[in-house]
């Protein structure tokens, strides 16, 4: 037995002796913890990205961009990777909050965060260096993700439910 699979045998009775000691409601609140630290950061950047903005015209700069949007890939880079963070927190808290009460108005939070974020982004970065429309898309790729596990898991509980359970023995 190799020291990788030792390693492993480790952490998976040790999660399970976690899983064991802990119920649902901690390990959800342990998850909203995380989460929302996690898209504090990301929505964070965001507003006020990195390096900060131009404060004057001076250098054919325009003020209120970002001074990060000089270096376009790296730029760009974050935001498609802050972005991603962001959303798929947001589906976590979302897929965490679901049944919960008010949660009507943690919905309208969440848009309005989004919102926020979005113009943020639009107002900071120089539009002639970003496809806005690949922002979008890397927002809503969690959402897409999710929504394809759900329907491949659905299809193929389907599936396991019309295969009969004694259809190899003879």
Not at 72 to 95: E, G, P, Q, R
Not at 135 to 141: D, E, H, P, Q
Request: glycine fraction near 6%; charge should be positive; hydrophobic fraction near 45%.
């Amino acid at each position: 037995m190799d020291s990788s699979s030792e390693h492993n045998g480790f952490w998976e009775k040790y999660m399970r002796c976690q899983e064991v000691s802990k119920s649902p409601w901690e390990v959800r609140n342990v998850l909203l913890v995380v989460v929302t630290l996690i898209a504090a950061v990301t929505f964070q950047a965001g507003v006020n990205p990195p390096g900060g903005v131009w404060q004057d015209g001076e250098s054919g700069h325009k003020p209120g961009h970002a001074i990060y949007a000089s270096d376009k890939n790296a730029f760009y880079v974050f935001l498609i990777s802050n972005t991603l963070a962001l959303s798929t927190c947001i589906l976590v808290i979302l897929s965490l909050m679901h049944h919960l009460p008010f949660r009507l108005e943690i919905y309208l939070a969440i848009i309005s965060m989004c919102v926020t974020y979005a113009s943020s982004i639009f107002a900071v970065t120089p539009h002639t260096d970003v496809k806005f429309r690949y922002i979008v898309a890397t927002g809503f790729l969690p959402f897409g993700t999710r929504l394809l596990v759900l329907i491949f898991n659905k299809d193929k509980n389907r599936r396991i439910q019309r295969t009969p359970l004694n259809s190899t023995m003879a």
